[in-house]
């Protein structure tokens, strides 16, 4: 036998365990790189499961093995001397480890065979001699040589003990028969030996080659899975390269198309309105500070108000407020509504007075017309002038002082204010319905019984008869004013008329009585003279047109004022309406 020292068959248990921590490390990894893929969507959940549970199989057998392996070193460690039975086991069990690690561990063999010829030339005269005393020792050190070694070394120990065995067993059979017979049977029993030997050889060896193929073919089938599943990973690892190729070429296109200058634009912009939210945040928490202290000062005052008594008293007095501002309300939209009345007949004036405007312009028209036929009459009368032309002029010019005293006559009703006592009696009327309509809807609501509200109705109806009566007193005083001043002008401007007429007519006998001194150049001055009297009348046409529309826009703006002072006073009334609600 072949003695292999024991420090060399522990470096090959060790390496042997290195190598299954190895691959159950590898595993480990695996499957939680398996897990991550799942995890991303990489793979799908048939293909997840199969590999997992692959995986984990494995690692099953590992495990076992690993505990398998720790269990015999510790019987070889307690246990000097086994029996062959427990060798054959322990064999056994070896064998299917080696089975699956053939492709590592025949490397292992091949260097622990030369060794052991290299130990074999030094160690065969002393092994001779070793093999009959030490019978139990050489069963450790069996366990302790290669696996290869264990089979093919005792099944090739085997059958050399055969042949001996056979021999002594021929001899004691038949040790006191020196005859032919003998010595024939011998002969015949040897060649039956040494064919059940060669027999024996060739089932040891058919054994052997059929425990190998199945080693080989366990080998071949899990390197054909591992190859798989390399498969399947180097299909994943393409797709995801493939994936990552396409995400790096659309990454490159975007990265193509930007354009450093834009970017800093952008970052500028971005950095301004970030900025811009920075203030905002710091007024808005300015703002939460401020309400945070007046809500302390609220909750202060309600700690100072007390009873939940005194809280419905203030929520009683509030709805009060509140009814009284909801009837302001009111109050104020029917004012409004009126108010839009009023405008809407102030609106109809103004365009009477459009349509007076307009008959002035034509009036412009007609003095045009007028001054270009006395141009045309003076050029053709180069020094006359007769009877019957100034009598023309003259009604012309009647004519046109008409249509001025219709101005005028419109002008004094533009321009009068209606006096104080008109404004405050409809003023006090309008209260007394609005107080009216108030009390109607409380009586629908039943706040009022109905003897109440008729007995305020009759004294209100008594006062509204009263203000009607008054009115219509203003009005009369105000239309008699109105009719005075015109009259007054109208006698004022008879005057004038008379004094131009009786002038004209000193004229008229001057004329007559200088025809024959006067000479073409004075007609020519006097009618010189006439155009700038036109000129003149046209200059005061002007001037009342310029101050009629002087007056117009500053009633437009009186009353634009009004219904800005309106708002403004609405406004203030209901801002302090709720701070007293607030209070």
Known sequence: MVKIP??????????????????????????????DEYRKANISEKSYKELREKYLKRLEELNKKLGIKEKVEEKVETREIEEEKEVKSSEEANVELIQEELPKEQEVAKEEKEEVIIEEEKTAKEEKVEEKEEKPKEVKKEKKIG??????????????????????????????????????????????????????????????????????????????????????????????????????????????????????????????????????????????EDLAERVNKVYEMLKAMG??????????????RVDEINEATRYIERIGAKTEKIFIDLSKSLDEFVSYKSKQDEMDETIKEISKSLDSLNTKLEGYVSKSDLND?????????KRLEEIDKVLPLLQTKLPETIIELKRERENILLFLDSLAEQLREKRISKEEYENVKRANEKKLEE?????????????????????????????????????????????????????????????????????????????????????????????????????????????????????
Do not use: C
């Open 393 to 401: 002029l003259k009604e012309e010019i009647i004519q046109i002082n």
């Open 147 to 288: 696996f290869f070694q264990r089979i093919f070394g005792k099944k090739e120990e085997k059958k050399e003990e055969s042949p001996y065995a056979t021999e002594e067993s021929t001899e004691s059979a038949y040790p006191s028969q020196p005859s032919q017979q003998a010595e024939e049977l011998k002969e015949k029993e040897e060649t039956k030996s040494d064919a059940m030997i060669e027999i024996e050889k060739l089932k040891v060896m058919i054994d052997t080659i059929r425990e190998a193929k199945q080693a080989t073919d366990e080998s071949i089938r899990t390197i054909s899975e591992s190859v798989g599943e390399l498969r399947s990973m180097v299909f994943q690892t393409d797709a995801s390269l493939k994936e990552a190729m396409i995400k790096m070429e659309k990454i490159e296109d975007e990265i193509s198309e930007i354009k450093p200058q834009q970017i800093t634009k952008r970052f500028r912009e971005f950095n301004e309105s970030l900025e811009k939210h920075q203030l905002a945040l710091e007024k808005l928490e300015k703002k939460s």
């Open 6 to 35: 024991k420090k060399k068959a522990k470096k090959a248990k060790k390496n042997l365990k290195e190598e299954l921590e190895k691959e159950r490390e590898d595993l480990k990894e695996m499957i939680g790189y398996l897990e």
């Open 467 to 583: 203000i009607e009566r008054k009115l219509k007193e203003e009005w009369r005083k105000l239309e008699e004013i109105v009719k005075v001043e015109p009259v007054r002008k109208e006698e004022v401007k008879t005057e004038e008329e008379k004094k131009v007429e009786s002038k004209e007519m000193e004229e008229k006998k001057e004329v007559e009585e200088k025809k024959e001194e006067e000479t073409k150049e004075e007609k020519r001055e006097k009618i010189e003279e006439k155009k700038e009297e036109t000129k003149e009348i046209e200059e005061k046409k002007e001037r009342l047109k310029e101050k009629l529309k002087k007056e117009v826009r500053k009633i437009e703006r009186k009353k634009e004022r009004r219904k800005k002072e309106g708002k403004e006073e609405k406004k203030k009334k209901l801002l302090s309406e709720l701070k007293k609600l607030k209070v």
């Open 307 to 320: 009873n939940i008594e005194n809280l419905l008293s203030l929520i009683k007095d509030v709805q009060k």
